[in-house]
């Protein structure tokens, strides 16, 4: 598991990076490029693409408060008590219930 120490570490980097690099950018900015760079990671699902959208995905969370760490841990204890099905069709993983 990663130390949350290391997390917030490489979050606070990459944010400041890109405070420097991209003073302007807006939460709309960086949400449509990290639909752009999503798009790449589903044609050729690779590190470099799969580290683009974590790191547009580490700035945004960290312009709005938002504790990654916190909410994947919270949101895993809410899947693990959830019941999933797989539609057979699509194969598209889903919850039944809570809609």
């Known amino acids: 598991m990663i130390k949350q120490t290391d997390f917030y570490e490489v979050f606070g980097y990459i944010n400041q990076w890109a405070d420097r690099v991209f003073p302007t950018r807006t939460d709309g ?22 580290a683009d959208v974590f790191i547009l995905l580490a700035d945004l969370c960290m312009r709005n408060n938002i504790d990654l760490l916190k909410e994947v841990h919270r949101k895993m204890v809410v899947n693990m008590n959830r019941e999933w099905q797989i539609n057979e069709r699509t194969g598209i993983m889903k919850h039944v219930g809570d809609e």
């Open 29 to 50: 900015s960086i949400m449509l490029k990290m639909f752009e760079e999503f798009g790449e990671f589903v044609g050729s699902p690779n590190g470099q693409e799969a």
